[in-house]
């Protein structure tokens, strides 16, 4: 996990999910893939991360989760598996595509769809730990080539470095992309899905859940202003969900992380700090330079007018919402 000492796990795992995703919505974007879908899918992809190491088996098995012996032996590799059981779960997410690029986000696999191999990606590129990776470079020239340019790039890299086990999906995908081996298909079984509420209580689900549903809800709410697949449409929703990405730092936590942050922050509440934790992790922490985006993140909370449409839509946005949750 990436440690910068003063933000809580939980914020970095929320900085990595919505840092995937806004990943995954560029490479959408180029791949010809639905970006808004690609940014929910990356946005989800460690959904199974909810669950500790220690109790990953446990969990699975009482799901009913089939796992490979090499998911035993190393259980941080279950949390792809139980991120696709939660998203069917948690968010009645029913396409196959976006539950395929959960479960396949590690290793990716043989055939896959395009929005399968931009979540594989997405995460390698927005990796969770300090520093940049060591891949990053080949891996951005091999995708300005092509996706499956790309794909091969990590998965030799991959293939090559110290794995403590090899995943039999990873097996398949060098097989198939880097030795052009043939595996018989993978089909989906149907079942149903369900998590107890004690399970739910124990890993905080709810909760989680909540904070996405709010993410979520306002990219959509701020795009339906304009035509789906129009660039203000795409522009309105990135701006409406990342507004959200300092939602999980504590009330009494925020003046202090906007220090450490060497924010100039004034005679700000602690709600009024939000916006502009969300601004700065959208400048350092996903790299948005264009300053409409900016501009909406950053007085997404204000009444005042503002001078662009995205702006607008995201205010829009954030009182429909806002409201919906003090209802
Ligand atoms: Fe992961
Ligand atoms: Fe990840």
Same mark, same amino acid.
């Given at each position: 996990?990436?440690?910068?000492?003063?933000?809580?796990?939980?914020?970095?795992?929320?900085?990595?999910?919505?840092?995937?995703?806004?990943?995954?919505?560029?490479?959408?974007?180029?791949?010809?893939?639905?970006?808004?879908?690609?940014?929910?899918?990356?946005?989800?992809?460690?959904?199974?991360?909810?669950?500790?190491?220690?109790?990953?088996?446990?969990? *699975?098995?009482?799901?009913?989760?089939? %796992? $490979?012996?090499?998911?035993?032996?190393?259980?941080?590799?279950?949390?792809?598996?139980? #991120?696709?059981?939660?998203?069917?779960?948690?968010?009645?997410?029913?396409?196959?595509?976006?539950?395929?690029?959960?479960?396949?986000?590690?290793?990716?696999?043989?055939?896959?769809?395009?929005?399968?191999?931009?979540?594989?990606?997405?995460?390698?590129?927005?990796?969770?730990?300090? #520093?940049?990776?060591?891949?990053?470079?080949?891996?951005?020239?091999?995708?300005?080539?092509?996706?499956?340019?790309?794909?091969?790039?990590?998965?030799?890299?991959?293939?090559?470095?110290?794995?403590?086990?090899?995943?039999? $999906?990873?097996?398949?995908?060098?097989?198939?992309?880097?030795?052009?081996?043939?595996?018989?298909?993978? !089909?989906?079984?149907?079942?149903?899905?369900?998590?107890?509420?004690?399970?739910?209580?124990?890993?905080?689900?709810?909760?989680?859940?909540?904070?996405?549903?709010?993410?979520?809800?306002?990219?959509?709410? *701020?795009?339906?202003?304009?035509?789906?697949?129009?660039?203000?449409?795409?522009?309105?929703?990135? *701006?409406?969900?990342?507004?959200?990405?300092?939602?999980?730092?504590?009330?009494? =936590?925020?003046?202090?992380?906007?220090?450490?942050?060497?924010?100039?922050?004034?005679?700000? !509440?602690?709600?009024?700090?939000?916006?502009? %934790?969300?601004?700065?992790?959208?400048?350092?922490?996903?790299?948005?330079?264009?300053?409409?985006?900016?501009?909406?993140?950053?007085?997404? =909370?204000?009444?005042?007018?503002?001078?662009?449409?995205?702006?607008?839509?995201?205010?829009?946005?954030?009182?429909?919402?806002?409201?919906?949750?003090?209802?």
């Amino acid at each position: 996990m990436r440690d910068c000492g003063f933000l809580t796990p939980v914020t970095e795992n929320f900085l990595h999910a919505y840092g995937v995703g806004k990943v995954a919505f560029e490479l959408a974007l180029k791949f010809n893939v639905d970006p808004e879908t690609a940014f929910i899918a990356g946005s989800l992809h460690d959904l199974g991360g909810a669950i500790p190491d220690s109790n990953r088996v446990e969990v *699975a098995e009482s799901l009913g989760i089939e %796992l $490979f012996q090499e998911e035993r032996e190393v259980p941080m590799l279950v949390h792809a598996k139980q #991120g696709d059981y939660f998203a069917q779960v948690l968010f009645g997410i029913e396409s196959h595509d976006v539950l395929d690029s959960i479960r396949y986000h590690t290793t990716c696999i043989d055939n896959a769809s395009n929005l399968v191999k931009i979540i594989f990606i997405a995460d390698k590129i927005h990796w969770d730990r300090n #520093g940049e990776p060591p891949y990053l470079k080949g891996l951005l020239n091999a995708l300005d080539r092509s996706l499956d340019e790309g794909c091969c790039y990590f998965l030799e890299w991959l293939w090559n470095s110290d794995l403590y086990v090899v995943h039999p $999906f990873l097996v398949r995908s060098y097989g198939y992309y880097l030795k052009g081996q043939n595996f018989q298909a993978l !089909t989906r079984e149907t079942r149903n899905v369900y998590v107890s509420e004690d399970i739910k209580k124990k890993y905080f689900l709810n909760e989680i859940v909540c904070e996405f549903q709010k993410a979520f809800g306002m990219g959509e709410k *701020a795009s339906e202003l304009f035509p789906k697949g129009s660039d203000s449409f795409n522009k309105a929703f990135i *701006a409406a969900v990342l507004s959200n990405s300092a939602n999980t730092i504590f009330e009494n =936590q925020r003046q202090y992380v906007a220090n450490k942050f060497g924010l100039k922050t004034g005679h700000e !509440t602690n709600e009024s700090l939000l916006p502009k %934790l969300s601004h700065y992790f959208a400048k350092n922490r996903f790299g948005i330079d264009d300053p409409e985006l900016l501009q909406a993140i950053l007085y997404h =909370q204000q009444k005042s007018d503002c001078e662009n449409e995205i702006c607008y839509s995201v205010k829009i946005a954030y009182q429909k919402i806002h409201k919906e949750e003090t209802k």
